[in-house]
């Protein structure tokens, strides 16, 4: 009976982990409709650019500490990314996006092994095995803290898109371009603080990320699809959704990886994933009706 | 000889880049003294083409971008070695044996995943492909797992083993295998299919108020490019004689396989050996050059910047740069449209498209 | 003349979100006859035409072609059945020519490639777009554009063609040439149900005329009747259509 509630605890927990690189994406894919399959790789650059700093302030910060620092580049270097790759292929169709953001998880995984090789890499954590005590449950605590840390990023960006000016110029560009350019929205610069806060909020996570796994180039391709999976099932655009569905994700992921096979986790979320396209193309989430896009 | 009969293209043009192919194992022995770099390198250009062949009748006449088609490669190695290892069965007949296992896992992955547009059909297929891969690995009894497979060693030429002595033989079979897929997505393109496909992928709603049956279309022509493509792996898996899934079902396969068509000319007959014809070696000579530098990163660098700069600059392929040259643009008789599917409108995100309503 | 009904819809119903778009319609079309469809913006018209080429399914009712029913059969089914229509923003096979968008549909509906060919030459001669054969679709004019949907649906060899706006963004001679292809077309033996605002055309095309108003049928008859009925100048043509009508009797000297 408790290993049947760690594991849905233990779900609950990567799901967080899931949610919170899911609310990067779902910025980026949700509300900007653009396909990046490089997100993955903005949570590698994250980690690594928690690392280098790491180091470079004499392992004495915590990861934590580095947390604002790794924010602003992460900001930076997605503004540099939507302008010089994103925007010439704006409004060029999906299959444009795909490839463009393959190249670019490409050149970026590349990179990172030029500058730091294929070695696993560490940025040193006295909590990194440290767990909560709850009942007879383990909690691992950087995976709380990263839960955490998610919820209160998805209430941020929820209420940032809901009642701000910019997060709601933000939602009209998304559902409609030229109208909103037509009611005076800078959609350029729409698209460009979207993106950002998306790449922003993968390097958060990444950091986040650290003293939960090692650091390698090739880290990013272990979340890609997976979070896909999950920005899909919470409804495209649906920041909360998003959330719970990182959560049901990381739930099913860990049950049919305890209980049937490691390898065939991932196979069912890929499933559900196309059930849920099929049958529920705006997400288990979706609000009624309201939002079609 | 009427209007209606397509042209293949400069005949001339096409019977030397025959001969070059067919010199190709000897050419390269002027070059070097050492030619099993050079041969692998020929055998893979012939390996994508076909492959790419196969890709482009889904996904160049069809439209229908999807990222599977490695699981199609991989279903064919597997069938035709888990029959010879278990059943002793000339590949031959396993490799038909592949193309029909390949057909019915077309209608498998099709059946769902048409249904979905644009965006959403490419996720889905790269979940398929995943999917696959994960069973392969999974069910290691039956397929040998992550250990893969590797069939007994056999000394010397045995025809009905597809075992050759020399590097050449594999070169030319699948030479034999890359003008198959060719001529089959030539015939493709001049049949009723090709048709219905390219009036499908311009305006679904506009060809089912014809008649068009499109989601019959769209199967049959994924079956037929899974079928291509199966053979295509049945051969490489007898030629590398060790198969796993790791590297026979991947997405980054699937992805090249798609980005080698789109590379050359997406949707036109002579793209997709163009676009292996150009980027294999360039892949392939960087990766084995450039080891030193980078971390042995630089191929896949340029790689990705191939793709980034083919997407701003030149979405449709490098055949496009002759429009510039042509006499009168726009007159193309293949219906090449060329572009980069934008898939339904930007902003309609319906996943799912019931019976055409909108 | 026995007058064959080719096409009855009875008690049509669908409502989208709470507006009844179409709302128990019946009304029939008679074999060979050019039959008008008109009413304001909104009334109906064009949801009728996509739930009878089955691109909507209604919520009620019965649509009967040939005297079977059709409802359950996919668009698809229905075209093969010979219900053919255009649509009001043409949907040209962009990436291909002229001839191959036309050449598509005629092999759908003919065993041989070689008749399929003929077809094809036949009604690019018969639509005037025999000089466009070879011109991509996308670089088209808005005419022609108009001219190739007809074009396209004629090689299916429809028995009924329902034109949805087919006049719609068109000059003064580019309506008139429209108008000769039509009633080219009704002459040589195919049903028209022409959706149209051009009043123009449809007194000069059609033998009767339904008018629809609010999904629901507001009256039917020969259009120099209808026209003048008070109910349908208030609904949708409007008083000033009065004294257009008695200008253009006065100038044919009625």
């Known amino acids: 009976m408790i290993t049947a509630i760690q594991t849905i605890f233990n779900g609950l927990l990567i799901g967080g982990v899931y949610a919170l690189i899911a609310v990067g994406l779902t910025m980026i894919f949700g509300v900007l409709k653009i396909v990046n399959l490089a997100q993955g790789e903005f949570v590698m650059i994250g980690m690594y650019a928690t690392f280098v700093l790491f180091n470079l302030f004499g392992q004495s910060a915590t990861s934590y500490m580095l947390l604002p620092l790794v924010a602003i580049i992460m900001l930076a270097l997605g503004a540099v990314i939507m302008i010089v790759f994103i925007r010439p292929v704006l409004g060029k169709g999906d299959t444009a996006y795909i490839l463009i953001t393959s190249g670019l998880s490409f050149v970026l995984q590349n990179l990172a092994q030029g500058f730091f090789t294929a070695n696993y890499q560490f940025v040193k954590s006295d909590i990194k095995t440290a767990s909560l005590k709850l009942g007879g449950i383990y909690l691992s605590l950087p995976k709380v803290i990263a839960f955490f840390v998610a919820v209160v990023l998805v209430l941020l960006v929820s209420l940032f898109l809901k009642s701000t000016d910019t997060g709601r110029a933000i939602r009209s560009v998304s559902i409609d371009r030229a109208v909103s350019q037509m009611l005076g929205v800078n959609v350029a610069k729409m698209y460009i603080i979207a993106f950002s806060l998306g790449v922003m909020f993968a390097g958060i996570s990444g950091c986040l990320l650290t003293p939960i796994y090692s650091i390698y180039p090739r880290i990013g391709t272990v979340f890609s699809t997976t979070v896909f999976a999950v920005v899909v099932l919470g409804g495209l655009g649906n920041i909360k959704g998003a959330f719970f569905g990182g959560l049901l994700v990381g739930v099913v992921e860990n049950f049919v990886g305890t209980y049937y096979s490691m390898n065939l986790a991932p196979a069912a979320v890929f499933l559900l994933f196309i059930v849920v396209m099929l049958l529920r193309p705006d997400g288990l989430f979706a609000k009624g009706g309201a939002r079609k896009a | ?358 | 003349m026995s007058e064959k009904n080719l096409l009855e819809i009875r008690n049509l119903d669908i409502s989208f979100g709470g507006v009844h778009a179409v709302n128990h319609l019946s009304f029939d079309v008679v074999e060979g006859e050019c039959l008008g469809l008109i009413g304001p913006n909104g009334s109906g018209k064009s949801t009728c035409v996509n739930i009878i080429s089955g691109l909507y399914k209604p919520d009620g009712g019965e649509i009967l072609f040939q005297g079977e029913n059709v409802l359950k059969l996919t668009p698809m089914d229905r075209a093969f059945k010979g219900i053919g229509r255009t649509f009001q923003s043409p949907k040209a096979f962009e990436g291909l020519n002229v001839l191959d968008s036309i050449y598509t549909a005629s092999l759908l509906h003919n065993k041989h490639k070689s008749d399929a060919q003929r077809k094809t030459d036949e009604i690019l001669s018969f639509t005037g777009l025999e000089p466009l054969a070879m011109t991509l679709c996308s670089r088209l004019p808005i005419e022609k554009r108009k001219w190739l949907d007809m074009a396209r649906v004629l090689a299916i060899n429809p028995k009924l063609i329902m034109l949805d706006e087919c006049l719609a963004g068109l000059n003064p001679s580019e309506m008139e040439e429209s108008i000769s292809l039509v009633r080219k077309i009704n002459r040589s033996g195919v049903t028209v149900l022409f959706i149209e605002h051009v009043m123009r055309a449809v007194a000069s095309l059609c033998s009767r005329v339904v008018v629809l108003d609010e999904g629901k049928l507001l009256s039917q008859g020969p259009p120099n009747v209808i026209m003048n009925e008070e109910n349908v100048i208030a609904a949708y043509l409007g008083e000033g259509y009065k004294n257009v009508i008695k200008a253009r009797e006065h100038r044919s000297g009625l």
């Open chain 2, 1 to 358: 000889m009427n209007r209606y009969t397509k042209q293949i293209g400069h005949k001339p043009m096409i019977i030397a880049a025959g001969i070059l192919f067919l010199a190709y194992p000897f050419l390269i022995q002027l070059f070097v003294e050492d030619t099993t770099f050079l041969l692998t390198m020929g055998f893979d250009i012939c390996r994508f083409a076909a492959l790419a062949c196969s890709w482009n009748v889904i996904g160049g006449f069809g439209r229908q971008i999807s990222w599977t088609h490695s699981a199609f490669l991989g279903i064919g190695a597997y069938t035709s070695m888990l029959m010879f290892m278990r059943l002793n069965t000339s590949p031959w007949i396993g490799m038909l044996a592949g193309m029909l296992v390949a057909g019915v896992l077309a209608l498998l992955i099709g059946a769902p995943t048409f249904k979905l547009n644009g965006v959403f059909f490419s996720l889905a297929t790269i979940a398929t492909c995943q999917i696959v891969r994960l069973l392969l690995l999974n069910y290691d009894k039956f397929t040998g797992g992550a250990s893969g497979l590797i069939p007994p060693y056999q000394e010397g030429t045995h025809l009905w083993a597809m075992k050759f002595d020399s590097g050449p033989m594999y070169y030319y079979l699948m030479f034999l295998c890359m003008v198959a897929c060719q001529v089959v997505m030539i015939l493709v393109d001049r049949s009723r299919l090709g048709y219905y496909l390219k009036a499908i992928s311009n305006d679904q709603i506009a060809a089912e108020s014809l008649g068009i049956k499109s989601h019959h279309v769209k199967m049959k022509a994924l079956v037929i490019s899974a079928m291509m493509a199966s053979a295509v792996g049945t051969i490489f898996a007898f030629k590398n004689r060790f198969i796993e899934p790791d590297t026979m079902v991947s997405h980054d396969l699937s992805l090249r396989i798609g980005v080698t068509v789109i590379l050359g000319g997406i949707a036109t007959i002579w793209g997709p050996i163009i676009g292996a014809v150009v980027l294999v070696p360039v892949l392939q000579i960087t990766y084995a050059y450039g080891q030193n530098f980078f971390n042995a990163g630089l191929s896949q660098i340029l790689y990705g910047m191939i793709l980034i700069l083919l997407v701003i600059f030149l979405p449709n392929g490098l055949l496009s740069l002759k429009d510039k040259f042509a006499k009168q643009p726009g007159e193309k008789r293949n219906g090449d449209g060329g572009e980069l599917p934008a898939g339904p409108a930007e902003h309609t995100r319906k996943a799912v498209q019931k019976d055409g309503t909108q």
